[in-house]
């Protein structure tokens, strides 16, 4: 199996006009392999580079989290926390790095430490104080 870096599946989801050659290439790539590995890292790079370079609401990102979810090609990396993170995602205002952060560490046992108030107001987070 084959693992790629954000910028090759930013590629692959987004018609970016800039970066047309760019497109076609990593489309090429993923049609001649069955099956790509999404590591965890790439994940939350992918919202990031969704939400500040390319400025896609919310919901756009969801659209495009949950295909990574549903497509057979693409093996993502700890594939129960992505599905439990993208579920917090979408049922809170945490950013999506967050909701990896929270639900690795509900997968461990542990509780969470911040001093985020929007994560702080999740189960199983405690806001850092004084």
Known sequence: MIAIDTNVLVRVLIDDIAQIEQVKLARQFVEKHSQLFISQLVQAELVWVLDYSYKFTKSE??????????????????????????????????????????????????QLVTFDKKLSKLSQVKLLTR
């Open 61 to 110: 990102i969801v659209y495009f989290l949950k295909h990574l979810s549903e497509n057979a090609s693409f093996i993502l990396q700890y594939e129960d926390q992505f599905v439990a993170a993208l579920q917090l995602f979408q049922e809170s205002n945490v950013n999506f790095s967050d909701c990896l952060i929270l639900q690795a560490s509900r997968d461990e046992g542990c």
